[in-house]
């Protein structure tokens, strides 16, 4: 199993691109790509219809017409943790929207 493997988001729903971040690290920042940019393909995720419904609604202002959600990540110093980190984020989303709210 790969470090970046992940039960909740399937390898085929993402990938990754690479941008010039301007975050920590000085004058290593002008010369590598650390900042990550998570492409994810909501419509195939394996969500039930509430929870994508929901996925939509609480993301909307990060999914795109074509329906792809974008997650950047810069705050750390190597493409691994940044991957690691967009990863994690995205995990808590999908958790987040498969919760059923309290009933009132």
Known sequence: MSVLASKI?????YSFRFVQSSGP??????????????????AMLDLDTYSLRRLKSLQANRINKEGILLLQASDQRSQLRNR????????????????????R
């Open 9 to 13: 988001l399937p390898t085929r729903a």
């Open 25 to 42: 690290g000085g004058q290593h920042v002008n010369k590598t790509s650390t900042a990550v940019e998570l492409r994810v393909n909501v």
């Open 84 to 103: 690691q980190q967009a990863i994690e984020r995205i995990e808590a989303m999908i958790v987040e929207a498969r919760k059923w709210p309290n009933a």
